[in-house]
Structures are given as C-alpha cells and as structure tokens.
C-alpha cells in the first residue's frame, strides 16, 4: 500500500526559511499536498502539487516534487511564529482520491 | 477555500452510548466525504470514505456497525459510534472533496473531539 514518511520535527529562528521534507513510495500519486494543523484544530489545505509538476510557489510558499526520487518538500519563506504547527504531507492516487498521510512535521519557530 | 463544519467540536459521553458527529459542507456540494480518525501526536487514518446516496466504504479493520455513516444529501455526512467505550476516543475529522474540475482538492472540518469515560 502507499506509505508516505516525513521528519518529525524542525526548528528554525523567526525569519529563516524552513524546510519541510516528505517521501512517498506510490510511484502512481496523483496529487501531493500540504496541510497544515494548529493544536486542537483542523487541518487547513496550503498547496498542492500536481505530479505532472516539478514546482509550484505560492506567496511564501515553495513546493518542489521530484518525482524520479518520490520526494516532495515544502519551503517556508521568511518564516514567522504564527507558522509554528504540525505540518503534514498526503498524496492520492486516482478516482477513491482518499489521502494517505504522512505522520506530520513539528514546526517549532523561535523568536 | 470552501468551508467544511462540523457539529460538535468536544463532546463527553459514557462507555455504552452512542454519538452523532456532523459534517456539513458549507458552500460547496461534496458528492464525497471522508471519514479520518486521529490519535494523540499521530496522523490521520481513513476510516471510510461516504458518497451521496449510497452505502460507505469503510477501511480494512474499521467495524461498520460499530461506526456508522450517512450521507444523506450533498452537504451533510454524519458518523455515529455506536456502544462507545474509552478506546473509541480520539480526535474525529471529515472532509469534503470538492467537485468538477476541482475534485481533487479535498477540504477538512475542524474535527470533533470524542471522549468516551
């Protein structure tokens, strides 16, 4: 079955870039997306990714697929406290288009 | 965005109860909603996934009976878990997946936090 793996934590300083990494082993994913989740809350769509695609940039938002490695990372520009949240990775796979999720990155920023 | 609710946010019951849990998609028709489950400082699992209309298809090792979901319109998908005991409680969230050309865009509800005593 699909399988998708991601670090488990990161820290960075207010106004560094962050870098969050994910690999995937379904070599037929679809779509790959990033959700992002405050304590107690939901999970809150950031950006997608085709996998036709190699990049797609988004305010301060950079997602970059390679797909012949099946690795998709998320990078965070300018990084700012509100950012802080656990950041998840899930792809799809054809027309059932359930998620499959990674476990989540904690973000932790640092004034 | 489109906006996904849901009804309760928090909700306490006893082991031996059962519990209704709302998912309303607001201002879009989700033909599909799905049904995740979240455990403490984990992921999120797919418990099943419900089309208008129709029965759900629920997950390997997910109790049909024991979790039970309708999706009686476009916009609205309930779970109930019947006979609820402590190792049911967790963090409940659904989602909508949006439709036409934007199907592949899937929007979570905020969750719902059962806690079975």
């Known amino acids: 079955g699909e399988d998708v793996e991601q670090s488990l934590f990161l820290s960075v300083r207010e106004g560094d870039s962050s870098v969050i990494n994910c690999t995937y082993t379904d070599s037929s994913s679809t779509y790959l997306y990033w959700y992002k989740q405050e304590p107690g809350a939901g999970l809150q769509l950031l950006t997608y990714?085709?996998?036709?695609?190699d990049m797609k940039q988004d305010q301060r938002l950079t997602v970059l697929l390679n797909k012949k490695d099946k690795h998709l990372s998320l990078r965070i520009a300018d990084t700012q406290t509100g950012d802080s949240a656990i950041y998840f990775c899930?792809?799809?796979?054809?027309?059932?288009?359930?998620?499959?999720f990674g476990s989540g990155t904690r973000l932790q920023v640092q004034p | 965005g489109a906006v996904v609710s849901q009804h309760p946010s928090w909700v306490i019951c006893k082991s031996g109860t059962s519990v209704k849990i709302e998912c309303r998609s607001l201002?879009?028709?989700?033909?599909?909603m799905f049904w995740y489950r979240q455990f403490p400082k984990q992921s999120l699992m797919l418990m099943a996934t419900s089309n208008e209309g129709s029965k759900a298809t629920y997950e390997q090792g997910v109790e049909k009976d024991k979790f039970l979901i309708n999706h009686a319109s476009l916009t609205l998908s309930t779970l109930t878990v019947t006979s609820a005991h402590p190792e049911d409680s967790s963090f409940y969230i659904c989602?909508?997946?949006?439709?036409?050309?934007?199907?592949?865009?899937?929007?979570f509800g905020p969750g719902t936090r059962l806690t079975v005593t």
């Open positions: 201002d879009f028709q989700a033909t599909t």
């Open positions: 899930a792809e799809s796979t054809g027309g059932r288009r359930a998620l499959t």
């Open positions: 989602s909508g997946r949006g439709a036409g050309d934007r199907n592949y865009e899937q929007y």
């Open positions: 990714i085709f996998s036709n695609m």
